[in-house]
């Protein structure tokens, strides 16, 4: 079944300690994404992805690492997790630029 | 920089009528626009993708048409039904590059 998975789908944490939320596609996808949804601001980019070892900056990098050194893996890196971290978080991948997305189920991350 | 408005944020019809819903973006120069469906606590899947150089895309009973000088798009739903309540959101792209903006969405209630 062509997906997109994510791990873990809940994690609480606290302030300074470093996590990754995993993010992996199944479907040979060149573009991938990490996005926060937070209420009343919606679905915000925070990094993308074009190919192995290429990503960008989107809207909301602050504070966040990605790293891409296979083509099915885009890790999303809090070195120093804070408060205003808490979102719920998605990872998505296409197979061309514009392309349809395809997301995973989200990453809902409370940190204390 | 591009903001996408989603006007109502919620909308309540009875089961069985056609209805609209309503995207506008600011900067018209985009490489195409996309429709998703968001349920509670789950990730989001795409419904229409529409080219910039497209007017309309259909998909069963999902009709999505695009003006990209008036910055504006509108997802038709004929012949509501309960299972189509969620919240609906638009997305555009820039040409070039996979930088997404989201608009905050249309909760959408179906009523039996």
């Not at chain 1, 990094?47 to 790293?67: I, L, R």
């Not at chain 2, 056609?18 to 989001?44: E, H």
């Not at chain 2, 309540?85 to 820039?94: E, H, R």
């Amino acid at each position: 079944e062509a997906q997109v998975t994510q791990n873990p789908r809940y994690l609480i944490t606290v302030t300074g300690k470093k996590l990754t939320v995993t993010c992996s596609q199944n479907m040979n996808h060149e573009y991938m994404s990490w996005y926060r949804q937070d209420p009343g601001l919606g679905l915000r980019q925070i990094y993308y992805s074009m190919n192995v070892e290429v990503t960008d900056k989107g809207d909301v990098p602050e504070g966040y690492k990605v790293s891409r050194k296979e083509k099915r893996n885009f890790p999303l890196i809090l070195e120093s997790p804070s408060p205003n971290q808490t979102s719920l978080y998605f990872c998505a991948s296409n197979n061309y630029l514009g392309g349809t997305q395809y997301f995973g189920p989200g990453t809902r991350l409370t940190v204390l | 920089k591009q903001e996408v408005t989603q006007i109502p944020a919620a909308l309540s019809v009875p089961e069985g009528e056609n209805l609209v819903l309503n995207c506008s973006f600011t900067d018209s120069a985009i490489y195409n626009l996309q429709w998703f469906r968001q349920d509670p606590g789950k990730g989001l899947t795409s419904l229409l993708l529409i080219q910039s150089s497209q007017r309309e895309q259909t998909s069963g009973r999902l009709n999505a048409s695009l003006d990209k000088s008036s910055g504006r798009s509108t997802l038709y739903i004929a012949a509501s039904q309960p299972g189509d309540s969620a919240t609906y959101l638009c997305a555009v792209i820039p040409g070039g590059n996979e930088k997404l903006t989201f608009g905050t969405g249309t909760r959408l209630t179906i009523i039996p």
